[in-house]
Each structure stands twice: as structure tokens, then as C-alpha cells.
């Protein structure tokens, strides 16, 4: 079994990687992509990887195949099973007439499928019309429709009276903090949580309150109570007079999305890895032409400090490698480019790929590899 194939089978990676034939049937996958499209081997094994690809982003995936100005992390919209879609960043590596893609979820819902919690431009103008004094009054419990869709939701709803008082709490916050509903109705924060937990609580609060304005961050919990990661949302409630009458809050679970991005940076060292066992030497280089990342069995043979400055100077290992500058700079000008060198007593052919970074920068991704039987 080769690498390739270890690394499909690996249970532990939970990013996403497939083979595809030169017509971008899908030939091989892990279990990760058939989990999170939904579909069974057999499934896949009779479809095209650009029919999962939502319509608006199949050109910036052809982009990446064919253009020669070729992204290296793009971000796309996959189908799965139930119609829905998801969001996924990956990289595409052409191997011979078979293409590899490596990628991972990110951070955003099914479509249509999950719930969505997209409040940003929320103001209390709302409520702007509310003459009670006090939130229990306005909510109206005693609806059964009401209380059935804030029970149905898969996020972690809670009201609190203007004294910091529950007077409601939905099913899905009593399923993750161990609390029912009558624990939880005429108590504050700090009767319920451990003290440090009730004081960020309140901290919050109050926040909220003297801003008058949706407050929205990232909560890390350290309480058995709690789910370890959320992004909690709270929205004080003013009446007509300006008077605070309450709290609205809710949370959504991202203990998953943290977990992803703690290997996000393993997940990075693996592909290096992956691309390292495919070919000879794999190489970054910035648009400075400085090394930013180096690696393979062909490296050794370059006689020389891999942490140089100058890439040009990786090369120039005879006097037949001249010119290798001026590709780079081909390249860095957005071209693929594609020739043969010396490095130590192989012919090298290596390819040249202007990749788009993070911050729209133009740089290089190489690949060597070792030829038998061409010449310069």
C-alpha cells in the first residue's frame, strides 16, 4: 500500500481528500468526504466531482485546473446528499492524468439545511413600540405555537428578566447544561453556574445593557455544565421609555469548528507531507523569490542552506541551470511554467505554479521530480 492510499484510509484525518481521473470522475475518496456529502462509495464512484460543485463556482474550480493564474486555497460550495450544500477550502494537485484534492470543511452551515443565527445588523427599534416594564410581560408563554419553535431550534436559547432572573430557557439549553426548566425559572447566573462562569455571564450582561446594542463573541467554557466552545449572542431589551426591561440570548455550538481549527495547523504539515512522498522536492517561494518552505529527497542534493534568501540560487547548482531566475520571475507573473534541470546527477523536471495567498499575493508552489532517459 502506498502513501496515497494510507492517507485514504486514515480514520484520524478529518479533512477531505479524493482522486479524480482526468475527467474529474471520482475514482477514490475517504470516508471524511463520504460523511460530510452523505454519499455511499458506490454512490460516488459513479460521479463527476464538479456535479457535487454548486453551478456559481465551477469556473473558479476549472480555474484551478487549467488558468494559468491558479489559486492555491479556493473556496467552494458542495452539494450533499439531502440537497443542501456546505462550504469547503481546498487544494487541487495534478498527479500525472489524475488530479488530487485536499481540503477541509469550513466554517459555515448547510444551506437550507442547518440553522442559521445571522443576527449582525439587529437593533433594538424592534422593540421600540413595548409599554410593559418588565420582559414577562411582552413574551408571550402562554402560546403553544411559540414555545414549540423555540423548543424545535438546535441552538441555545434563554430570556432573562431585568433583575438576571430566567424566566425562560428552551429545550436545547436544558439537553446540553443538565438543567430543566424549573431549575432554571426565578434564578441568576450565579445560583445556577460555578462563580467564575456566573461572573463572565454577568459581565456580559451587563455589557450588552450599557451599550444598549447586540453584543456577539466567542465563549470558551470550562464548566461540565457547558459545551466547551460557543458564539453566544445577547440583545437587551428597551421599552418605548428607554427603560431595560430584559435579555435575549442564544448561543450555537462550535466545539466542532474549534477542533478544526486546532489541526488546522497538523492538517497543513500533513499535506506538506502528502505532496512530499508524491514527489521529489516541493517548494514555496514568495514573490520576493525568498524560500518560505522546502522539503523532499532531492534536497540533500542541492548542496546548499536550504534557508538561502535567493530561490534562484537553489538551482544554480551547474552551469546548465542557468536562466532558472528568469523563470521564476515567468512565474511570478502568473504562468505555469514547466523544464528540466540538474540536481546533483538527476534530471529534474520541475513545475512552476503561481498560487494566490491570503492576502492576494502572488507565490510560487514547485515540484520537482526525478526523469529517466530525457535530455535538456
Known amino acids: 500500500m502506498n502513501y496515497l492510499e494510507q492517507f485514504l484510509k486514515d480514520e484520524s484525518y478529518i479533512g477531505i481528500l479524493l482522486i479524480l481521473d482526468k475527467d474529474l470522475h471520482i475514482t477514490d475518496s475517504n470516508n471524511s468526504f463520504k460523511e460530510?456529502?452523505?454519499?455511499?462509495?458506490?454512490?460516488?464512484?459513479?460521479?463527476?466531482?464538479?456535479?457535487?460543485?454548486?453551478?456559481?463556482?465551477?469556473?473558479?474550480?476549472?480555474?484551478?485546473?487549467?488558468?494559468?493564474?491558479?489559486?492555491q486555497d479556493i473556496t467552494i460550495k458542495l452539494y450533499n446528499k439531502t440537497g443542501a450544500?456546505?462550504?469547503?477550502?481546498?487544494?487541487?494537485?495534478?498527479?500525472?492524468?489524475?488530479?488530487?484534492?485536499?481540503?477541509?470543511?469550513?466554517?459555515?452551515?448547510f444551506i437550507g439545511y442547518d440553522y442559521h443565527t445571522e443576527m449582525d445588523s439587529f437593533s433594538n427599534e424592534h422593540f421600540n413600540d413595548i409599554e410593559v416594564d418588565d420582559i414577562s410581560e411582552?413574551?408571550?408563554f402562554d402560546s403553544e405555537a411559540f414555545l414549540f419553535i423555540l423548543d424545535s431550534l438546535p441552538i441555545d436559547i434563554w430570556i432573562k428578566n431585568k433583575y438576571g432572573k430566567y424566566i425562560y430557557v428552551n429545550k436545547t439549553f436544558t439537553s446540553h447544561?443538565?438543567?430543566?426548566?424549573?431549575?432554571?425559572?426565578?434564578?441568576?447566573?450565579?445560583?445556577?453556574?460555578?462563580?467564575?462562569?456566573?461572573?463572565?455571564?454577568?459581565?456580559?450582561?451587563?455589557?450588552?445593557?450599557?451599550?444598549?446594542?447586540?453584543?456577539?463573541?466567542?465563549?470558551e467554557s470550562k464548566s461540565d455544565k457547558l459545551l466547551t466552545w460557543t458564539e453566544v449572542t445577547k440583545i437587551p431589551i428597551f421599552?418605548?421609555?428607554?427603560?431595560?426591561?430584559?435579555?435575549?440570548?442564544?448561543?450555537?455550538?462550535?466545539?466542532d469548528y474549534k477542533k478544526l481549527e486546532s489541526l488546522h495547523k497538523t492538517d497543513a504539515q500533513r499535506y506538506q507531507q502528502l505532496f512530499t512522498r508524491l514527489e521529489d522536492l516541493v517548494f514555496e517561494i514568495d514573490n520576493h523569490g525568498n524560500v518560505l518552505f522546502i522539503a523532499g529527497d532531492l534536497v540533500k542534493d542541492l548542496n546548499i542552506d536550504v534557508k538561502v534568501s535567493n530561490a534562484a540560487r537553489l538551482f544554480i547548482t551547474r552551469q546548465s541551470n542557468l536562466g532558472i531566475e528568469e523563470k521564476i520571475k515567468l512565474a511570478l507573473n502568473g504562468t505555469d511554467v514547466d523544464f528540466l534541470i540538474k540536481i546533483g546527477e538527476?534530471?529534474?523536471?520541475?513545475?512552476?505554479?503561481?498560487?494566490v495567498n491570503q492576502e492576494g499575493?502572488?507565490?510560487?508552489?514547485?515540484?520537482?521530480?526525478?526523469?529517466?532517459g530525457e535530455n535538456e
Not at 36 to 49: C, D, N, R, V, W
Open 346 to 355: 538527476n534530471d529534474v523536471r520541475i513545475n512552476l505554479y503561481p498560487v
Open 85 to 109: 450544500f456546505r462550504f469547503f477550502s481546498i487544494i487541487v494537485q495534478t498527479f500525472g492524468d489524475h488530479f488530487l484534492v485536499v481540503g477541509n470543511p469550513i466554517k459555515k452551515d
Open 361 to 372: 499575493v502572488m507565490n510560487i508552489i514547485g515540484f520537482g521530480k526525478i526523469v529517466g
Open 177 to 219: 447544561t443538565g438543567l430543566n426548566y424549573q431549575d432554571t425559572k426565578g434564578k441568576n447566573d450565579f445560583e445556577l453556574f460555578e462563580p467564575d462562569i456566573a461572573k463572565e455571564f454577568d459581565a456580559s450582561d451587563n455589557t450588552a445593557i450599557e451599550s444598549k446594542e447586540q453584543l456577539n463573541y466567542v465563549f
Open 138 to 140: 411582552f413574551i408571550g
Open 36 to 71: 460530510l456529502t452523505g454519499y455511499a462509495e458506490f454512490e460516488l464512484s459513479k460521479m463527476k466531482f464538479v456535479d457535487l460543485i454548486l453551478p456559481s463556482d465551477k469556473s473558479l474550480f476549472y480555474d484551478v485546473l487549467y488558468d494559468s493564474l491558479v489559486t
Open 239 to 255: 421599552n418605548k421609555e428607554e427603560k431595560y426591561i430584559g435579555i435575549i440570548g442564544y448561543s450555537v455550538d462550535i466545539s
